[in-house]
């Protein structure tokens, strides 16, 4: 007897909603004593590091019996209240809450002043019940950055008034907090009895569900390969989602490439939520393609959703989590029918959802919301990233940053005076730095010091400047601000997974400056280590080791290569091996590569892909097929192809329709298309997909070679032959699909590199395939 298809293990929940919740004061009060308005105006924020050298200096100068981070602990009803007051003098009865800024103490908002008043409030509560006072002084210190000076804001409470206070913040609390307990234990339960929606796993994918729920059980993280066609995104959803209540997952995350990966992920929800459990759902939309008012600022004076946000956040809030499915359209009619801004109403849902949907950045980049929530609250989060051959490349992009000549000369013209001077400063170091420079493009492993103190200085002025004028936060010496406070802080985590970059060019607007991240795996370890389990999937995902050292995985991270349930006889695979696509030689390959295509068509006219490695060679050769093969149609990718023609380029692969369309390999079309049965017949790829032979590669040749003793595997055969991959696989998209793909390099004959070459494909050198080419696949 066949095993039963449902068979990751069931969790044991209880429908007891538990008698005490615990809540930090932190989470408390920005839960009840938020009020006004959402006020976005820019002020520059200190770092971390520098609120933490704040905190310690003014507890430095606090004598006699100060005391500093104290541990406290009060409940209240049904809440137990954790917290850690900054500073508490026993002699005094005084505490004091300490914040850091920069600039104007007036721009401080009057919507955060009242959250740091509700903070200090609830630790005087809890300290007099601690302590046993009658009464306590309760300051607000205020620490200025700039100048070390402190503005301090006190308060005299009673016991009672204190005690008051605290208890309301709680009672507002605490009935939140029971509904969402009896909302997590009916879900729980409810997860417990979910069944596979399907009658039957398919072929792999139970295979991959398991390991899933493995790599959870066990706090593992997971490499997983598996062939399109499988159903990999519920194989990967339905294990987290039972896996919930027995090991006390709070929230999955599900990560994705692109926009078109969410609606996917959000189908599978769907299925899995017609058998009865129905976690909370949230989709993140990027906040430009949410935003109701996009030439408004993002504060009470310009924009209506903005204006007393706070007040009437509470009732969007509990509909939001009443409603449960909150995709990008469920959240907007949530959050227009109480006229609150979606983009931040999605932000608060992060905190009441049980499956969040949305694209890498929230997680991975450096300063990724979805990641510091995490760690803020204490979640325990099981994370998925579909496609994730993807996340390499992204990655790279996160921990890069660069100056641009251009923008550095405009925010100097935009700049008022006590910035200017900085910037010429800046101007000058950043010349002195270029001056020796003989070549186009030179890089370097260390950043000057004397450059980075001159870019702190500017970004000192320019921080204080906005602090000081937060309505002059917008314009050219914005965005170069910000591009200059990004490169700084990577120059503090400046090391050998990244090179320092100084590109020349005729003018200064052609001048630049770059930390270019080459292995993200350093930045990426912890992201992966917080999360209880990180499963990486992806249809090409090859060879293992290659993105576990580049993206930083963990060594124990467990590995699993799906079985394709696709088989040989679908697809013919073809090597011209009088082909050769090397740089040198592709002007004469031009010919040979139209005749092959063209006898292919002729053979078996339909829908076919050829894919070429530059935009140029593509060029070339589709005008060399339409000169020697002018009756058959084709189509070309072009360079900066608008979304509609994207669209208008697939749409002529019709059931039963002719023609070829021309394609770069690795873009647009190479991935995540699905043409099945008649709409796409073949492929042709005419180059190894190896990245261009320039300076930038092989200084990423050499630092792959000294971190992993794989330079040329893991800079240039790895990468290439995964998009040669890729773009093959839009051929076979379903067990009843065949097909032909055809090879053009006479390298892909090499057995190093057709062991790299998916295990269910049958290659064949093209003398050996003339037999088979007389009998064409069906």
Not at 221 to 243: D, E, M, S, V
Not at 612 to 641: E, I, N
Request: net charge negative.
């Amino acid at each position: 007897m066949p095993p039963e298809p449902h068979s990751i293990p069931s969790a044991t929940a209880s429908a007891a909603v538990p008698a005490v919740h615990v809540v930090s004061v932190k989470a408390l009060c920005a839960f009840g004593a938020k009020a006004g308005d959402l006020d976005l105006r820019f002020v520059p924020a200190p770092s971390a590091l520098e609120g933490m050298a704040g905190h310690a200096l003014v507890q430095a100068r606090r004598g006699g019996d100060y005391r500093s981070e104290v541990p406290l602990d009060s409940t209240c009803g049904n809440l137990r209240v954790r917290g850690r007051a900054d500073g508490y003098d026993p002699a005094q009865a005084r505490v004091e809450e300490i914040k850091t800024f920069r600039g104007d103490f007036d721009a401080i908002r009057a919507n955060h002043r009242a959250l740091h008043w509700a903070q200090v409030r609830c630790y005087g509560s809890m300290l007099c019940a601690q302590e046993g006072h009658d009464s306590l002084t309760v300051a607000l210190v205020y620490l200025d950055l700039a100048s070390g000076d402190e503005t301090v804001l006190e308060e005299h409470h009673t016991r009672d008034t204190l005690r008051t206070h605290f208890e309301a913040l709680c009672a507002t609390y605490s009935d939140w907090a029971r509904r969402e307990a009896g909302h997590r234990a009916t879900l729980d339960e409810a997860l417990a009895r979910l069944e596979f929606p399907h009658a039957a796993f398919r072929t792999g994918q139970r295979e991959l569900a398991e390991a899933v729920y493995r790599a959870a059980v066990g706090k593992r993280c997971l490499l997983a390969q598996a062939p399109t066609g499988i159903g990999k995104t519920l194989a990967t959803l339905f294990p987290l989602l039972k896996a919930r209540a027995a090991h006390r997952l709070d929230k999955v995350f599900f990560l994705t490439a692109k926009t078109s990966g969410r609606p996917v992920a959000l189908d599978a929800l769907r299925v899995l939520g017609q058998g009865g459990a129905r976690p909370r759902v949230l989709e993140l939309a990027a906040r430009e393609k949410v935003c109701e008012y996009p030439d408004r600022a993002c504060h009470g004076e310009a924009c209506p959703l903005a204006r007393g946000f706070y007040d009437r956040l509470p009732a969007a809030r509990a509909e939001a989590a009443q409603v449960g499915w909150l995709d990008r359209e469920a959240l907007r009619r949530v959050a227009l029918t109480h006229e609150v801004c979606p983009y931040f109403l999605a932000q608060e849902m992060t905190h009441w959802s049980d499956v969040i949907v949305g694209d890498y950045n929230y997680y991975f980049d450096g300063s990724a919301f979805l990641f510091a929530g995490m760690k803020d609250a204490g979640w325990r989060v099981a994370v998925l990233v579909d496609e994730a051959h993807n996340l390499l490349e992204r990655a790279r992009g996160m921990y890069t940053a660069s100056l641009e000549g251009g923008a550095l000369e405009e925010a100097h013209r935009a700049a008022p005076a006590a910035v200017r001077g900085p910037l010429a400063r800046l101007f000058r170091e950043w010349d002195t730095l270029q001056q020796a420079q003989t070549a186009d493009y030179d890089t370097a492993d260390e950043i000057p010091e004397r450059f980075l103190r001159t870019l702190q200085a500017a970004n000192t002025a320019m921080a204080e400047h906005f602090a000081a004028t937060p309505d002059a936060a917008q314009g050219p010496l914005q965005r170069f601000f910000f591009d200059a406070l990004h490169f700084a802080r990577l120059a503090e985590a400046f090391d050998d997974h990244s090179v320092f970059e100084r590109t020349l060019g005729a003018t200064q607007e052609q001048r630049s400056l770059a930390i270019r991240n080459l292995v993200p795996g350093p930045f990426l370890e912890g992201r992966f280590a917080d999360a209880v389990s990180v499963t990486c999937f992806s249809g090409t995902l090859a060879p293992f080791a290659f993105y576990r050292d580049a993206l930083g995985l963990p060594e124990d991270t467990a590995l699993l290569d799906v079985a394709s349930p696709f088989h040989s006889r679908q697809l013919r695979v073809e090597v011209a091996t009088d082909v050769s696509t090397r740089f040198r030689d592709r002007a004469g390959s031009l010919r040979h590569v139209a005749d092959i295509i063209g006898a292919q068509f002729e053979r078996l006219p339909g829908n076919y892909l050829a894919f070429f490695s530059s935009f140029d060679y593509l060029d070339k050769a589709c005008a060399a097929f339409s000169r020697r093969h002018p009756g058959v149609p084709v189509w070309a990718q072009t360079r900066g192809m608008r979304e509609a023609d994207r669209h208008g380029f697939v749409a002529r692969f019709e059931e039963g329709g002719q023609g070829i369309g021309f394609a770069v390999l690795g873009g647009a079309f190479g991935e995540g298309i699905d043409l099945p049965g008649s709409r796409l017949i073949g492929a042709f790829v005419a180059s190894l997909g190896l990245p261009q032979y320039n300076a930038l590669n092989e200084i990423t040749r050499e630092r792959m070679q000294s971190r992993f003793g794989k330079g040329y595997e893991y800079t240039y055969l790895y990468p290439g032959l995964q998009k040669v991959v890729q773009a093959a696989g839009r051929v076979i998209r379903t067990e009843a699909d065949v097909g032909v793909l055809h090879l053009l390099d006479d390298r892909f004959a090499r057995a190093e590199i057709r062991e790299l070459l998916p295990a269910w494909w049958h290659v064949q050198l093209a003398g050996e395939a003339e037999e088979d080419a007389r009998h064409p696949t069906p």
